[in-house]
């Protein structure tokens, strides 16, 4: 069955710094593999997704994220943290049985930017 | 504007009361899907779509019940609900591309509370 495994549930950085948050994933055949953000309140955004096409990924807002199958992961990461970025993170993969519309969530990674 | 509605955004009931949370979106999307939001749980599926009169089970279906008449509308049905089905409630929408899903679309949230 697939699963995925968020492996952080709290990052703090300072502005300006780089972000980086840590995806695991598990999955008998390659994933599609989604991020989506949600800032306080509010409902979810997808920041970016990987489909097989491309193994770096490019998002909005300046987040990117690797998928590398050997481990299994799909960090995301970002060059300079902003204060807008402070949010919960959630990486997305769909679910067993074959079908794609059973998506599995992780926990989140909730984002603190510091001044 | 392409939107995901929900309705109410807001609802304080009873245990035992029937109630229905209505989904509808613009985007002529055939999948649509409920999760609930726990703190430290993240997003969980409850029923999913993938198109007119086709459901399936999530991963947290037990007291709840969906139907899919119409290609816009997705409600939710809590037939006699308790106090565990206190929770945030998001409805979403996507597009099918062969059997992989796109980028979903989430409705705003219903924050439901059972006493």
């Known amino acids: 069955a697939q699963s995925v495994t968020q492996l952080d549930s709290h990052v703090s950085v300072s502005e300006g710094t780089p972000v980086l948050l840590r995806c695991n994933y598990s999955?008998?055949?390659?994933?599609?593999l989604f991020w989506y953000v949600q800032h306080p309140n509010k409902g979810l955004q997808l920041l970016l997704k990987?489909?097989?096409?491309?193994?770096l990924v490019k998002g909005i807002n300046g987040f990117e994220a690797e998928f590398k199958k050997s481990e299994t992961s799909f960090h995301l990461t970002k060059p300079s943290a902003h204060m807008s970025d402070a949010a919960e993170y959630f990486c997305?993969?769909?679910?067993?049985?074959?079908?794609?519309?059973?998506?599995?969530f992780g926990k989140g990674t909730k984002l603190s930017v510091k001044p | 504007e392409a939107q995901v509605t929900q309705n109410p955004r807001y609802l304080i009931t009873v245990t035992g009361k029937k109630l229905t949370v209505t989904c509808s979106q613009n985007?002529?999307?055939?999948?649509m899907s409920w999760y609930r939001q726990d703190p430290g749980l993240g997003l969980r599926q409850i029923y999913y779509?993938?198109?007119?009169?086709?459901?399936d089970k999530g991963d947290v279906p037990e007291g709840y019940k969906v139907s899919r008449k119409e290609k816009r509308n997705f409600p939710l049905i809590l037939e006699s609900p308790s106090p565990n089905q206190t929770s945030l409630y998001f409805c979403?929408?996507?597009?099918?591309?062969?059997?992989?899903?796109?980028?979903?679309?989430f409705g705003p949230g219903t924050r439901l509370t059972v006493t």
């Open positions: 979403a929408s996507t597009k099918l591309a062969g059997v992989k899903l796109s980028e979903q679309y």
């Open positions: 999955s008998s055949y390659s994933p599609s």
């Open positions: 990987y489909t097989s096409a491309a193994t």
């Open positions: 997305v993969v769909p679910g067993g049985g074959g079908s794609q519309g059973n998506l599995i």
């Open positions: 985007m002529n999307h055939e999948y």
């Open positions: 779509s993938m198109n007119v009169e086709v459901t």
